[in-house]
């Protein structure tokens, strides 16, 4: 059995280093014991979200039921073959991450089925059940089981959660409105997108960072510096697309290097020596 849990946890490593290169980076920061839970909860919310974004030829609407079905039972049965729900499965029996967290973040994956604009409340439930609660799982991991720490980040953690998918979605904004047909920020014209449009934006973003920053520096020793290195890659993503016009975010995804990614990763380890963390 300890070889089966070995593979399925190397299997989640291997989604997460594949997917993002931030996310990876920051988890080997992470002491060695929150490493595995974080690769598996990162692949279960990856897989979830290839669903509704890549499998174009296949019934998403039923293989989403069916991922949801299949989550739940490999939580309560605590076995499944499908080695990324085994891997989540265990993280969320051993650290009691509350059914309701994963019910949120499929209920997101699933607006995206068939949702293609945003008012404010359901942008806001969007945002809580793709990012904020995913926050959440992994602060779940880091507190181990500590109730009380857990209590005084969850709202940082939500305001990091929350400002990461905002980035994602001004990064993401002409594929999401060209390819997707989906405008997530509500009551914005993309056709007509504007630098007050973009500055209201950034303007929400910068609040998110603020409130998420004083949480980082609370987080539990061996998990500070991977969330601080996440934090600053998306910091940076965010401070070029703020110096970028809102007429070339229509037309090109703007990203952060592999080079600099390199150079931010120290600066980070520089921040923590000098307990600017």
């Known amino acids: 059995m300890n070889l089966f849990d070995e593979t ?5 490593k291997i989604i997460t280093t594949k997917y993002s290169t931030s996310f990876s980076k920051g988890i080997m920061a992470f002491d060695k014991r929150f490493r595995y839970p974080i690769y598996a909860i990162y692949g279960f919310v990856r897989y979830a ?14 293989l989403i039921a069916s991922f949801r079905a299949e989550t739940f039972t490999a939580i309560s049965q605590k076995i499944s073959l499908n080695p990324v729900l085994q891997s989540f499965q265990q993280v969320v029996n051993q650290y009691n991450i509350e059914g309701h967290l994963i019910e949120a973040f499929l209920d997101s994956m699933e607006m995206d ?7 404010h409340d359901s942008y806001n439930k969007y945002i809580y059940g793709s990012a904020e609660v995913v926050g959440l799982m992994c602060l779940r991991v880091f507190c181990e089981c500590s109730e009380d720490t857990y209590q005084k980040l969850v709202p940082m953690a939500r305001s990091l959660g929350a400002a990461f ?6 990064r993401d904004v002409r ?4 390819e997707r047909g989906r405008t997530y920020f509500p009551f914005i014209d993309f056709n007509r997108f504007s630098e007050q449009d973009k500055l209201d934006i950034e303007v929400d973003i910068r609040k998110d960072f603020d409130d998420a920053f004083q949480g ?8 500070r510096l991977g969330v601080y290195i996440a934090y600053i890659y998306y910091r940076q993503l965010f401070k070029k697309i703020s110096r970028t016009p809102a007429s070339v975010i229509m037309q090109k995804r703007i990203r952060v290097s592999d080079t600099h990614k390199v150079a931010l990763y ?12």
């Open 8 to 12: 399925c946890f190397e299997c989640s």
């Open 49 to 62: 979200d290839e669903i509704v974004d890549t499998f174009h030829d296949y019934d998403k609407p039923k």
């Open 113 to 119: 089925l068939d949702k293609t604009t945003y008012d």
């Open 165 to 170: 998918q905002k980035i994602n979605f001004l």
């Open 175 to 178: 594929a999401d409105y060209e």
């Open 216 to 223: 980082i520096k609370l987080l539990p020793n061996g998990t």
């Open 266 to 277: 120290f600066k980070a380890v520089l921040h923590q020596k000098l307990k600017v963390i």
